[in-house]
């Protein structure tokens, strides 16, 4: 079993950045693929982005492409989200997610088994 727990939402004019973390627990960290996902008010859950287990591959989703970046560190068991420019159409919850095994698109919700609790971003215009 994997636990994981976002943090480092908040509250952000537009323009600004924000780095969001998310630990893991166990010791299975290393072989979990990761993912962002997030989930405006009214709007389905969408893919952010996507990290291998190794960190040698990463998928982004082409509104967020070029402005954040995905990063982790295997020896903290954690997975960052850098958010730079950013734009009041950035404003969800952020959750994580990951998989010990392939099931599914990297971009598919449906393709993880671990999801963290969410945190909030918000960018003011």
């Known amino acids: 079993q994997v636990q994981l727990t976002e943090s480092g939402g908040g509250l952000v004019q537009a323009g600004g950045s924000l780095r969001l973390s998310c630990a893991a627990s166990?010791?299975?960290?290393?072989?979990?693929?990761m993912a962002w996902f997030r989930q405006a008010p009214g709007k389905e859950r969408e893919f952010v982005g996507y990290?291998?287990?190794?960190?040698?591959?990463?998928f982004y989703a082409d509104s967020v492409k070029g402005r954040f970046t995905i990063s982790r560190d295997n020896a903290k068991n954690t997975v960052y989200l850098q958010m730079n420019s950013l734009k009041p159409e950035d404003t969800a919850v952020y959750y994580c997610a990951g998989r010990l095994f392939y099931s599914g698109s990297y971009d598919r919700g449906t393709a993880y088994d671990y999801w963290g609790q969410g945190t909030q971003v918000t960018v003011s215009s």
């Open positions: 166990g010791r299975t960290f290393s072989s979990t693929a």
């Open positions: 990290i291998s287990a190794s960190g040698g591959s990463t």
